[in-house]
């Protein structure tokens, strides 16, 4: 048996799991509903004001890792601490946390991904730039088509560091999601 995830290097974790990007597919959609319900009954008696479906796999018709990001949003005068416990306590690993944002994932084995591989962001309600972006590439397919190829680009150089996969995309993603935030003003 190897290590525990815990007891990985960050090295170690990346070469576990690498960034692999595939073609769309319809499942993304049923696995979201899929957590979504798990999410809801888990955190029934918690300020959840909103659960949704981020990240590219919520953006039609481009390539993204298999992995379904979800975004919790929680009323900004509960405590976090408090729905992050009840999201751990239901098989949920605690990947960062922060004063007002949490994350988790389900799916990351010692042997690998299991078949369904899910991030859950847990935030206060109102902070969330991804529904603006995911709106605005869903809108505008050539922005969309723009951001696959950036991300194919960068899996290329970055399949086993994620940080660095991540920072090359911040900058598109700051500039779609102040463009998207601007048309779509007031929208959630």
Partial sequence: MGKALSEMTLE??????????????????????????????TLS???????????STAIHGIWAKDIVDVLV????????EITA???EENGFIRMASSANRVS???GYTEDGFAENVYHVHLRYSGDND????????NEHAQVAKEYE???????????HNRDAYTDAK????????SEARKVYYGRY
């Fill in 45 to 55: 008696e918690c300020p959840v004001e909103r659960i949704s479906h981020i990240g």
């Fill in 73 to 80: 949003e929680i009323a900004v005068n509960s405590d976090m």
């Fill in 104 to 106: 988790f994932n389900r």
């Fill in 12 to 41: 170690e974790l990346w070469e576990l799991f690498p960034i692999c990007l595939v073609e769309p597919s319809d499942q993304w959609e049923s696995s979201y509903h899929k957590i979504e319900s798990i999410l809801k009954e």
């Fill in 149 to 159: 190829r950036l991300k194919l680009k960068l899996w290329r150089l970055y399949e």
């Fill in 85 to 87: 416990k009840k999201v």
């Fill in 170 to 177: 911040t900058e598109f993603i700051r500039t779609w999601t």
């Fill in 130 to 137: 991804e529904l603006y972006f995911r709106d605005y590439l």
